[in-house]
Nanobody
Framework: QVQFVESGGGLVQPGGSLRLSCAASGSIFRIYAMGWYRHPPGKQRELVATITSGGSTNYADSVKGRFTISRDNAKNTVYLQMNSLKPEDTAVYYC?????????WGQGTQVTVSS
């Protein structure tokens, strides 16, 4: 079984940057395709970025060119570098396995972009 703990969120001004971390437990983390998801207020949870076990990445159009997902398998950690942040990026951010469905989610980390 694997658990994910997100951290690194906070309050930032538009145009600012944050780096989110996702710490995972489990000995087979290295084979998981991973994703960052976000849940904006009043909207559905959405997939932001994915990374395969081999390091291939994909991004939602809304964040392409601004966000970078990466992983360090030796540290069992996935990162999301967020640059040029916009108010519409405000959400609770979660990491999880990239699967057709996920039944279990961590507490996430709050990102608020506001002047």
């Amino acid at each position: 079984q694997v658990q994910f703990v997100e951290s690194g969120g906070g309050l930032v001004q538009p145009g600012g940057s944050l780096r989110l971390s996702c710490a995972a437990s489990g000995s087979i983390f290295r084979i998981y395709a991973m994703g960052w998801y976000r849940h904006p207020p009043g909207k559905q949870r959405e997939l932001v970025a994915t990374i395969t076990s081999g390091g291939s990445t994909n991004y939602a159009d809304s964040v392409k060119g601004r966000f970078t997902i990466s992983r360090d398998n030796a540290k069992n950690t996935v990162y999301l570098q967020m640059n040029s942040l916009k108010p519409e990026d405000t959400a609770v951010y979660y990491c999880n396995r990239h699967l057709p469905s996920n039944n279990f989610w961590g507490q996430g980390t709050q990102v608020t972009v506001s002047s």
